[in-house]
């Protein structure tokens, strides 16, 4: 079986911890996984040293990163360009893979990674779980106010979360 990881913000995975090493955990022992995730590190705000971005984990799990836009402040344009460079980057890599994944475990967010599956997912007999860990934009709006301004600004936000939900096989979350 082979599986791919999807995660905007992991850039390793340990064996039974967190959601991804709780996956490795439960599903056959030859199962073999790939972890797509980017080059940044989104708590520090900068890019992992190369030292860092092992091209195979210790548990034997394939990393692949991809190259997105810095940026400084969790709500800000670059933050949302580098979402949308994501989301391009996992679709690039789908179309180039020569692996035929059988299982997509996408963790939300970024609703954008989810959408990039979907040429893939179009031509080849994969099942895609999106595991919500943050409902977004949705949690936004007890903070930033809930009014008609407000989701005019977030309608395109609205309208890809949507997508991706509609694009999974399953969803699951806390």
């Known amino acids: 079986m082979e599986v791919l990881l999807v995660s905007y913000f992991s850039k390793e995975i340990t064996y039974g911890k967190g959601r991804m090493g709780y996956l490795m955990k439960y599903l056959?022992?030859?199962?073999?996984?790939?972890?797509?995730a980017t080059d940044f590190n989104h708590r520090e705000k900068r890019y992992y040293e190369e030292s860092?971005?092992?091209?195979?984990s210790e548990n034997g799990v394939e990393n692949h990163y991809i190259h997105i836009k810095s940026y400084k402040k969790n709500l800000s344009f670059r933050r949302i360009w580098s979402n949308i460079e994501f989301g391009r980057g996992v679709k690039k890599f789908l179309n180039d893979t020569s692996t035929d994944y059988d299982l997509i475990y996408c963790i939300?967010?970024?609703?954008?990674?989810?959408?990039g599956c979907r040429n893939y997912l179009k031509t080849h007999k994969?099942?895609?779980?999106v595991d919500?860990?943050?409902l977004l934009p949705e949690s936004l709006?007890?903070?930033i106010g809930d009014n008609a301004l407000t989701r005019l600004i977030l309608r395109p936000w609205f309208w890809i979360s949507g997508k991706a939900y509609k694009t999974a096989h399953f969803i699951t979350g806390e």
């Not at 056959?28 to 797509?36: E, N, Q, V």
């Not at 860092?52 to 195979?56: F, R």
């Not at 994969?126 to 779980?129: C, D, F, I």
């Open 28 to 36: 056959p022992k030859d199962t073999h996984f790939a972890l797509l």
């Open 52 to 56: 860092q971005k092992p091209l195979v």
């Open 108 to 115: 939300v967010p970024s609703a954008s990674g989810v959408l």
């Open 126 to 129: 994969t099942k895609l779980v």
């Open 132 to 134: 919500v860990m943050v």
């Open 141 to 143: 709006l007890p903070i």
